[in-house]
C-alpha cells in the first residue's frame, strides 16, 4: 500500500521538489466509526490540491488533522521534512498552515486591520500602535491587490471580500499551507475570478493550497493536481490535467447509482397535491413557481443561496412570505407560522438538524412526539405516557433508530439515527407535503439509504415528497422532476430522467437551456 | 454494533454521573444536618424543623418560578422587587379601600402576575434580553412600591392579614397546669403547605403536561421547537407570569407573616432564587432543571442559614459561605457536563 503510494505520487510530481506536507497512512477512529483508514496525501509548494470526495468521505477530518484540531489514530505527518504533530489549531497556525472555513471566522465589529492582527496587535507600550496596524494591514491587502480600506469594519464587507480579508490574515501569518474549504460557495462569478487571480498570485509565490470544493467544473482553472477520498478511504491522488470531471466523479461515488439509490416504488400520476406560484421574498427569491404530484419526488437543486432553502423555510412559515399562494389539494392555505404550516400538514425537515431539527439536550422520545403532543396528550394537557412511549418505541421500530433506549438524550446518538428521529417526528404528524432540506448531509452510506426508501414509500403512499438536495447523483438518482433554483429564482423544471448533471448545472448557473 | 455498546457505556457513565449530582446536592443536605444537629442541640428539633420549613418557603416559591424560567434559557431578576410591590398593594387595598383580606391577596398575587406577563411581553414581543426585560421590572415594581407608600410601612391591617402567614394546620395547643397554653405541636404552617402544592404541581406541570414538555423544549433548542410548531412566545411568557405570580404570592404571605407591609422588603430574594436553582442542577443555559432539585437546593440555603446562625457565625461570614456552596455546586455541574 505505501509502496504503491509512493509511486502514485512519483508520477504526480517532478522527484527533485520537496514536498511541503506529506501525510502517510493516516486513521481516524472515533467511537464506533471509522472516520478516516490509511489516507495518503501530499502537498508541494507553489501548487493547488484539491480534495475530492462527497459528503462524509472524510475530506474535513482530514483537514482537521493537518490543523491540529483532531489528533490522527495513526499515521505519520511530515510538515517541511520533519515528522510533526499539531496539538491544537494555535500550534499548526504558528508552523505555517492557515484555514480559511466555508463560515468566515471574522469578529464583525472589528475593522478590517484588526482583524487581521487580531491577537497580535503592533503595540506601543500597553497600548495599541494604531499607525502601524493601520500599515501593516494596507501592506497586506496590497500585496493581494484587494482594494478595501483597512478602517472598514467587517460587517460592513460582502462574503467576497470577508474571504479577501481571511487570506490576507493567513498571509500575514507568513502561512505556507492554505486550506480554503469551499470557498466560492457563496461568490458571484466576478467575486470567483477574483479569488482565483490572488490564489494564481499565491502559487506563483510558493504557497502551498488545499482546495476543497464541490465545484468540480471550476477546478480546472487553477487545481493541479486531485485527491479523491470515499467513505474515509484514500482512493486516488491525479494531476488535474490528465484526468476528467467523469473519472473524478467516477471515483467519488465508487458504485453505480443503482446501488446507491432503492429502486423507486412510487410512480408519479397526473393529480396534483400541492403547488405554489408567485412566491416572493423581497431580496430572496421572487415569483417561484412549482407543483407536486401525487407518489412524485420533485427535486430542488441549484447552488448555496440560490433560494432552495428559503423558498421551503417560507412555505413552512419560518420566515415571512411576501406575495404568493400555496395550494394543498385544492384549498388555498394561508400560513403565518410553522405552526399553520403544520396544522395544513405540511413538514419541514431542516438542513442543520442540531440547530433546528432537534432538542438535542432531550430523550429520543420527547423528540419524536414533539409536533403532536395533541396526539399523546388528554383534555387536560396532560400527557399519557403509555401511549407516549408506545408512539416512541414504535417510530425507534419503523425506522431502526439505534439507541439503547428511547429515554437516551439525542445528543449521544449518531448523525443518522438523529436524522431518522426528526424523520419519525414528522411521520408521527401525518404531514401531506413533506420537505426535506438535505436529508442525508453528514450521514453513513447506510442510513442515507434507508432515508431515500423512506422518501420513496412516502411519495408511494401519496405524500408529497421535495428533495432539496446540492448533492447532483441524489438529485438524479431520487426524483422524478428537479426544478433548479438559481438567484432566487426557478430558471427551470427538468425531468429527472431526461437530464444530467451537466444540464442542472447550467441552469443553476443561470445559463438556461443547452444551445443546440 | 460496536457503535450501540459504545452508546450504552457512554449512557452508563451518563447516568452515574447524574445521580452523583444528585446525590451531592442531597448528600450535602444530609451532611449539613448531620453536622448543625452535632454542633447545635436546639437544631434537630420539630419545632427548629418547622422554622426552617417556613424560612424556606420564601425562597423555595421564588426558586420554583426561576427554575421555570431558566429552564426556558431566560432569568428573572424581578421578584424581589415584584413580591414587594404584591404584598403593599395588598394591604393598602385591606387599609385603604377596604377590600376583605382574601380578595386583597388575591389583587396582590395578581399584580405580581400582571409583572410577569410584562416581563413576558418585553422578552417575546419587544425581543429585549430576559437579563435586561427583568432587570427594568425589578426598579420599576420596586420604584411603584415606594411610591404608593410614601416608602413608609403599612401597618395597622387587622389580624386576620397575619392568617396566612402565621396559621398553621394541626397545631396542638394545651392548657397547662399553670393555666398557660403549651405547644405541643407546633403544626405545620400554612405557607409550609402552599409551598408543598405548589412544588408537586409545578413538578406535574414540567414533568407530565404538554406545556412542561414544551418548556424543556423551548429551553433545549428554541428554533427547533418553533419549527416543531411550538407557540414559543406563549411558552416562554407562561414561566415570567409563573414566576411574577409566585412572587406575588410570595410577597402576600412574607407581609402576613410581619402583618406590615415593607416596601424594602425582599432586596436580593432573586438572588437567593436563581441560586436555590442552580444549586439544585438547573442550566443556566436552559432545557434543564427540576422542582426536586430547586427545593432541595432551597433548603441547603434555608438549612445553613439557620444553623449558621445557631452556631452564632455572623451574617457576614454566612454570606461567604454561601456564596462559596454555590460556586462548588456549579462547578460539580460543569464538571458532570464537560465531555
Not at chain 1, 433508530?401 to 428511547?406: E, K, L, Y
Request: hydrophobic share 45%.
Amino acid at each position: 500500500m505505501q509502496h504503491k503510494a509512493d509511486i502514485r505520487h512519483a508520477r504526480a510530481a517532478s522527484p527533485e521538489r520537496r514536498a511541503l506536507l506529506r501525510l502517510d497512512g493516516i486513521t481516524k477512529e472515533f467511537p464506533g466509526v471509522m472516520a478516516l483508514s490509511d489516507v495518503h496525501f501530499d502537498l508541494f509548494p507553489g501548487e493547488v490540491h484539491a480534495v475530492c470526495g462527497e459528503n462524509g468521505a472524510g475530506k474535513s477530518t482530514l483537514m482537521k488533522i493537518i490543523s491540529g484540531v483532531y489528533q490522527p489514530t495513526s499515521g505519520s505527518i511530515v510538515y517541511k521534512g520533519q515528522e510533526s504533530r499539531f496539538a491544537s489549531p494555535l500550534e499548526s497556525e504558528a508552523a505555517g498552515i492557515a484555514i480559511i472555513h466555508q463560515e468566515l471566522n471574522l469578529v464583525p465589529h472589528l475593522s478590517v486591520a484588526e482583524n487581521i492582527y487580531l491577537a497580535r496587535e503592533p503595540r506601543r507600550g500597553f497600548l495599541v500602535d494604531r499607525k502601524k496596524l493601520r500599515a501593516d494591514a494596507k501592506r497586506c491587502l496590497d500585496r493581494l491587490g484587494i482594494d478595501i480600506d483597512p478602517e472598514t469594519h467587517v460587517r460592513n464587507l460582502s462574503v467576497a471580500q470577508s474571504q479577501m480579508v481571511e487570506i490576507a490574515k493567513a498571509l500575514s501569518l507568513d502561512a505556507e499551507v492554505l486550506i480554503m474549504d469551499e470557498p466560492t460557495s457563496s461568490l458571484t462569478e466576478q467575486e470567483t475570478n477574483l479569488l482565483f487571480q490572488v490564489i494564481r498570485d499565491l502559487k506563483a509565490s510558493g504557497v502551498g493550497i488545499i482546495y476543497i470544493s464541490h465545484r468540480l467544473d471550476e477546478m480546472e482553472e487553477i487545481v493541479d493536481r486531485v485527491t479523491v477520498l470515499r467513505d474515509g478511504r484514500y482512493i486516488a491522488t491525479d494531476n488535474f490535467h490528465d484526468t476528467t470531471v467523469n473519472e473524478i466523479v467516477a471515483k467519488m461515488v465508487g458504485r453505480s447509482l443503482e446501488e446507491k439509490f432503492p429502486e423507486r416504488l412510487s410512480e408519479p400520476s397526473e393529480e396534483i397535491i400541492f403547488s405554489a406560484g408567485g412566491l416572493t421574498r423581497r431580496g430572496v427569491f421572487s415569483d417561484v413557481g412549482f407543483s407536486l404530484r401525487r407518489g412524485e419526488i420533485l427535486g430542488f437543486s441549484g447552488l448555496m443561496g440560490a433560494g432552495r432553502t428559503e423558498v421551503a423555510r417560507a412555505i413552512f412559515g419560518a420566515d415571512p412570505l411576501d406575495a404568493g399562494t400555496i395550494t394543498m389539494h385544492g384549498e388555498t392555505l394561508t400560513i403565518s407560522s410553522p405552526r399553520d404550516a403544520i396544522a395544513a400538514g405540511i413538514a419541514y425537515l431542516s438542513e442543520d438538524r442540531k440547530a433546528q431539527g432537534l432538542a438535542i439536550k432531550m430523550p429520543v422520545d420527547a423528540n419524536v412526539t414533539l409536533a403532536n403532543m395533541d396526539e399523546v396528550s388528554n383534555g387536560f394537557g396532560m400527557i399519557d405516557f403509555a401511549k407516549h412511549n408506545k408512539v416512541a418505541n414504535d417510530y425507534v421500530e419503523l425506522l431502526d433508530i439505534r439507541t439503547p433506549s428511547i429515554k437516551q438524550p439525542v445528543r449521544l446518538l449518531s448523525g443518522g439515527n438523529q436524522q431518522k428521529i426528526i424523520i419519525g417526528k414528522w411521520l408521527f404528524r401525518k404531514p401531506k407535503v413533506m420537505f426535506f432540506d438535505e436529508p442525508t448531509r453528514g450521514i453513513d452510506v447506510g442510513a442515507k439509504f434507508a432515508i431515500y426508501k423512506i422518501m420513496d414509500e412516502l411519495a408511494a403512499e401519496g405524500i408529497g415528497v421535495v428533495l432539496i438536495s446540492s448533492e447532483l447523483p441524489e438529485i438524479l438518482g431520487m426524483t422524478d422532476r428537479v426544478a433548479v433554483f438559481h438567484g432566487g429564482r426557478i430558471t427551470g423544471v427538468l425531468e429527472t430522467r431526461n437530464t444530467d448533471q451537466e444540464e442542472i448545472m447550467r441552469y443553476a448557473s443561470g445559463y438556461g437551456p443547452k444551445a443546440h | 454494533m460496536a457503535d450501540i455498546s459504545e452508546q450504552g457505556s457512554v449512557r452508563l457513565s451518563d447516568r452515574q454521573k447524574d445521580i452523583i449530582q444528585k446525590f451531592a446536592a442531597l448528600g450535602s443536605l444530609f451532611v449539613l444536618v448531620a453536622v448543625f444537629s452535632l454542633t447545635s442541640s436546639a437544631f434537630f428539633t420539630v419545632n427548629n424543623g418547622m422554622t426552617i420549613a417556613l424560612q424556606v418557603t420564601s425562597i423555595a416559591l421564588l426558586g420554583i418560578g426561576a427554575t421555570c424560567v431558566i429552564i426556558t434559557g431566560g432569568i428573572d431578576l424581578s421578584v424581589g422587587s415584584v413580591l414587594a410591590l404584591s404584598g403593599v398593594v395588598a394591604a393598602l387595598a385591606v387599609r385603604d379601600w377596604g377590600v376583605p383580606v382574601p380578595f386583597a391577596m388575591l389583587i396582590g398575587i395578581l399584580t405580581g402576575s400582571l409583572c410577569g406577563w410584562i416581563n413576558g411581553l418585553l422578552v417575546t414581543k419587544m425581543k429585549l434580553p430576559p437579563f435586561i426585560a427583568t432587570l427594568g421590572m425589578m426598579l420599576i415594581a420596586r420604584g411603584v412600591a415606594l411610591q404608593i407608600t410614601g416608602a413608609r410601612a403599612v401597618s395597622g391591617l387587622g389580624e386576620s392579614f397575619g392568617v396566612l402567614g402565621n396559621g398553621s394546620l394541626f397545631r396542638v395547643v394545651t392548657i397547662g397546669d399553670d393555666g398557660f397554653p403549651n405547644v405541643s405541636f407546633p403544626g405545620i404552617p400554612y405557607p409550609v403547605i402552599l409551598m408543598v402544592v405548589i412544588a408537586i404541581a409545578v413538578s406535574m406541570m414540567l414533568n407530565r403536561s404538554v406545556l412542561g414538555r414544551h418548556i424543556y423544549a423551548v429551553g433545549s433548542n428554541s428554533d427547533a421547537a418553533r419549527l416543531s410548531g411550538v407557540n414559543v412566545s406563549r411558552v416562554v411568557s407562561f414561566t415570567y407570569v409563573l414566576s411574577g405570580t409566585l412572587a406575588g404570592l410570595t410577597g402576600c404571605v412574607l407581609m402576613s407573616r410581619l402583618v406590615t407591609a415593607q416596601p424594602n422588603e425582599g432586596v436580593m430574594y432573586e438572588l437567593d432564587a436563581i441560586a436555590s436553582a442552580v444549586i439544585g442542577g438547573t442550566s443556566l443555559i436552559g432545557g434543564v432543571g427540576t422542582i426536586s432539585g430547586t427545593a432541595i437546593g432551597a433548603f441547603v440555603i434555608g438549612i445553613l442559614r439557620n444553623g449558621l446562625n445557631m452556631n452564632g457565625v455572623s451574617a457576614f461570614t454566612q454570606q461567604i459561605i454561601i456564596g462559596l456552596v454555590i460556586l462548588g455546586t456549579v462547578w460539580i455541574d460543569q464538571l458532570r457536563n464537560r465531555r
